[in-house]
C-alpha cells in the first residue's frame, strides 16, 4: 500500500538505485499546489449563482430607471385643473381630462398629474354627465403639475454605473442588477469543483455493520469547498473497481449531461465541467487503490504524489491534459482534512484569484518531541493562549478536528514547551490569533498582579481568579 514518506532515501536517484518516489515537505507542497494553478478567467453567471461573487466590471443601466413616467398612487391621472371629465384608461387626456390608474400604472400620454383617490370625489356636472374633482383632505391647488408621478430615469439614466468593478456582489447589488435589466453578471473566476468519493465499505445513513463505515466527506467536504472559495458542482458515489474509478474520474470531471436550466441562457455548475475533482480514498498502493493509474490512463501528470506529513500523506495532486485539475484525498477522514488544508486550500485560492492562505505562529503548550523527516498536523485547543494538542486526533477520528481551534504545524524537529509554533485556522473557525507583543504582556502581568494585590488586601484574603476558568479545553 501507501509507501512511508520516512522509508524514502535520503540520497537522489541514480541509474542503479530503482525509480522511487521522494515526498514534497509540507511546505513545498503548499507551494507546489498554489503555482500550478492559474486564476480562472471571468465568466457571465446567471444572477441566481452571483451572490458573493467579485464583480469583473461595472453594472450600469442597461435603459432609464424607472424607464417609464409613472404613478405613484392610486388615483386619477389628470390634465390640467379640475373638474375633469372621465376618460378611458390609457388614452391621451385632453385638458380637464382623468382617467383612473393604479400605482405604478403608466401615465397615460397629456397627464400632467395623480390624483390620490382619497382626495377625489365623483359627481355629475350641470348636463347629468359623471365628472371627477378634488375633495377629501385635497389642499387647494392639488394636484401640482408633476404630483405623485414617477419620473422615467429619476433613479438612473441608461448606461449609467451603478456598481463598481471589484465589488462582492450582496443581495442588494442583486436586485439593483435586475432592476437595471441584467439577467446575468460577469465575476471573477471560482473553480468549480466535483466530489467523487470512493469505497464499497461506504454507508450514507444509519449504523454500519462491522466492516462498513458512515460516509463523513458527503456531510463536510461540500461545505469547506465553499469556505475555501470553491463552488461545489455535484458528487458522485463509486466502489472500488479499476473501471468505476476511471469512468467515475471521466464523468464527474465532465458535464453531467444535465439539461440546461432556465435563465439567462448562461449555464449553471450542475452543467459545467469541473476546474478540480475532488476524489476520496484510494490513495494507497495496493490493488485496490487506483487513483494513480486511473489519472496515467487518462493522460495526466502527477505534480504531487505524497506530502512528508502525518496524517495526509498519501494526497495526490494531478493535472488532467485538458487542465483539469484532480485532488486525491486519502480515505481516512482527518487525513483527508489534513490534505485538503495542505494542497486543496492553496490550489482553490490560487483558482479563484486569492493569495497563499497564512500561517501564523502560536505558543506552543506542550513540548513535542522530534519525529525525523515529517511534519506533524495537530489539530490544538487554545488554552490560555497557547496551543494544546486535542485528544482523539487519530487519522480516522473527527472528535479531534470538531473541538479544535486550529492546527499546529509541528516540524520535523519538534517543538518546545512555550516556543512559537506554525499554525493554520480552520476553514470554518477564527483566525489563530496574533500572540501579544513580548513588551505589552509583561505589561498586563503588572497590571493585574497589582489588580490582584489591591483586591486581595481590601477582601483580607488571598486573591482569587478574575472569573471561571474554563477548563473544557482539556477534555479534547
Ligand atoms: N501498507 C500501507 N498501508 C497503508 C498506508 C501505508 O503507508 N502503507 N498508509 C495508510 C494511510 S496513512 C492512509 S491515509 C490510508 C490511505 O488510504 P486510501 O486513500 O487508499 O483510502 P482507503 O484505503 O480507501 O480508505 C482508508 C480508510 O478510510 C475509510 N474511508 C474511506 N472513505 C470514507 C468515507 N467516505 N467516510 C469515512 N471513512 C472512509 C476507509 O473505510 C478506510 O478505513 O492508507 C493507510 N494504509
Ligand atoms: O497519514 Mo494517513 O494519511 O495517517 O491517515
Known amino acids: 500500500m501507501t509507501a512511508d514518506p520516512g522509508d524514502a532515501p535520503d540520497h537522489p536517484e541514480t541509474e542503479q538505485t530503482p525509480a522511487r518516489h521522494l515526498a514534497h515537505t509540507w511546505e513545498e507542497a503548499r507551494t507546489v499546489a498554489f503555482e500550478a494553478a492559474t486564476p480562472i478567467p471571468a465568466g457571465r453567471v446567471p444572477l441566481q449563482h452571483a451572490l458573493g461573487r467579485i464583480l469583473a466590471e461595472d453594472i450600469t443601466a442597461l435603459q432609464d430607471m424607472p424607464h417609464y413616467a409613472s404613478s405613484a398612487m392610486d388615483g386619477w391621472a389628470v390634465n390640467g385643473s379640475g373638474p375633469w371629465i372621465l376618460a378611458e384608461a390609457g388614452h391621451r387626456l385632453a385638458p380637464h381630462e382623468a382617467s383612473p390608474i393604479v400605482t405604478g400604472g403608466l401615465i397615460p400620454p397629456g397627464a400632467k398629474a395623480v390624483l390620490r383617490s382619497e382626495n377625489a370625489v365623483l359627481g355629475t356636472d350641470d348636463d347629468g354627465l359623471p365628472v371627477l374633482m378634488t375633495g377629501g383632505t385635497a389642499r387647494p391647488g392639488e394636484p401640482r403639475n408633476g404630483q405623485h408621478i414617477r419620473k422615467a430615469a429619476e433613479e438612473a439614466s441608461q448606461g449609467e454605473v451603478l456598481v463598481k468593478v471589484g465589488i462582492r456582489l450582496n443581495p442588494a447589488h442583486l436586485a439593483l442588477a435586475a432592476l437595471a435589466g441584467h439577467d446575468a453578471l460577469l465575476v471573477q473566476g471560482k473553480p468549480l469543483v466535483k466530489l467523487l468519493l470512493t469505497g464499497s465499505e461506504v454507508v450514507s445513513k444509519g449504523l454500519p455493520e462491522p466492516g462498513k463505515v458512515r460516509d463523513t466527506f458527503s456531510h463536510q467536504l461540500p461545505a469547506v469547498v465553499e469556505m475555501l472559495g470553491g463552488i461545489m458542482g455535484g458528487q458522485e458515489k463509486i466502489g472500488d473497481s479499476y473501471e468505476e474509478w476511471l469512468n467515475g474520474l471521466e464523468d464527474v470531471a465532465l458535464a453531467s449531461g444535465a439539461p440546461e436550466p432556465e435563465g439567462a441562457g448562461v449555464p449553471v455548475p450542475a452543467v459545467l465541467p469541473a476546474d478540480v475533482v475532488i476524489t476520496t480514498g484510494g490513495t494507497g498502493r495496493s490493488g485496490t487503490d487506483h487513483l494513480r493509474?486511473?489519472?496515467?490512463?487518462?493522460?495526466?501528470?502527477?505534480?504531487?504524489?505524497?506530502?512528508?506529513m502525518r496524517p495526509g500523506h498519501p494526497v495526490v495532486l494531478a493535472e488532467l491534459p485538458d487542465g483539469r485539475f484532480v485532488l486525491g484525498l486519502p480515505?481516512?477522514?482527518?487525513?483527508?482534512?489534513?490534505?485538503?488544508?495542505?494542497?486543496?486550500?492553496?490550489?482553490?485560492?490560487?483558482?479563484?484569484?486569492?493569495?497563499?492562505?497564512?500561517?501564523?505562529?502560536?505558543?506552543?503548550g506542550t513540548t513535542i518531541e522530534p519525529d525525523p523527516g515529517r511534519t506533524r498536523l495537530m489539530p490544538f485547543r487554545l488554552l490560555y493562549g497557547m496551543a494544546s494538542?486535542?485528544?482523539?486526533t487519530g487519522p480516522g477520528m473527527m472528535r479531534g478536528l470538531a473541538s479544535a481551534d486550529g492546527v499546529m504545524i509541528v516540524p520535523p524537529h519538534g517543538v518546545q514547551l512555550g516556543e512559537p509554533v506554525p499554525a493554520f485556522a480552520l476553514p470554518w473557525g477564527p483566525p489563530v490569533p496574533v500572540p501579544e507583543a513580548a513588551g505589552a504582556r509583561a505589561k498586563a502581568k503588572a497590571a493585574s498582579r497589582t489588580a490582584a494585590r489591591t483586591d486581595a488586601k481590601s477582601a483580607g484574603k488571598p486573591a482569587a481568579p478574575a472569573g471561571p476558568v474554563d477548563w473544557s479545553a482539556l477534555l479534547g
Do not use: C, F, Y
Request: net charge negative; hydrophobic share 50%.
Open 293 to 308: 493509474q486511473a489519472v496515467a490512463e487518462l493522460g495526466g501528470r502527477l505534480i504531487i504524489d505524497g506530502v512528508a
Open 331 to 364: 480515505g481516512n477522514p482527518l487525513a483527508a482534512m489534513m490534505a485538503l488544508s495542505t494542497v486543496g486550500e492553496p490550489l482553490l485560492a490560487a483558482l479563484g484569484h486569492g493569495k497563499m492562505p497564512p500561517v501564523q505562529e502560536v505558543p506552543s
Open 389 to 392: 494538542p486535542a485528544q482523539h
